[in-house]
């Protein structure tokens, strides 16, 4: 099956950063792209982030000039570092392949940023 692990997350005030991590499974780390989605109470899931194998990066316009994206693909880990984090990033982070989800999802890790 396939696994993914997220972790990382927190509580933070606004303007500081947090580093994620994922850990998934060699299955669906040999995915074209690995990405970062996000979910907050009553709004859809968005991704975020994504990367492929080869290292390009996509930014959600949001996020974009605060948020990188990376992956180790000898660890199949997935990481987002998280900087200059406003209130309205806080929701339950996930990783899965990209643009297209395949299978289940982790648990997902909290972020929560204070004002």
């Known amino acids: 099956q396939v696994q993914l692990v997220e972790s990382g997350g927190g509580l933070v005030q606004a303007g500081g950063s947090l580093r994620l991590s994922c850990a998934a499974s060699?299955?669906?780390?040999?995915?074209?792209?690995m990405g970062w989605y996000r979910q907050a109470p009553g709004k859809q899931r968005e991704l975020v982030a994504m990367?492929?194998?080869?290292?390009?990066?996509n930014y959600g316009g949001s996020v974009k000039g605060r948020f990188t994206i990376s992956r180790d693909n000898v660890q199949n880990t997935v990481y987002l570092q998280m900087n200059s984090l406003k209130p309205e990033d806080t929701a339950v982070y996930y990783c899965?392949?990209?643009?297209?989800?395949?299978?289940?999802w982790g648990q997902g890790t909290q972020v929560t940023v204070s004002s």
């Open positions: 899965n392949a990209a643009p297209t989800a395949w299978g289940d």
């Open positions: 060699r299955g669906i780390s040999s995915a074209p792209a």
């Open positions: 990367i492929s194998r080869g290292g390009t990066t």
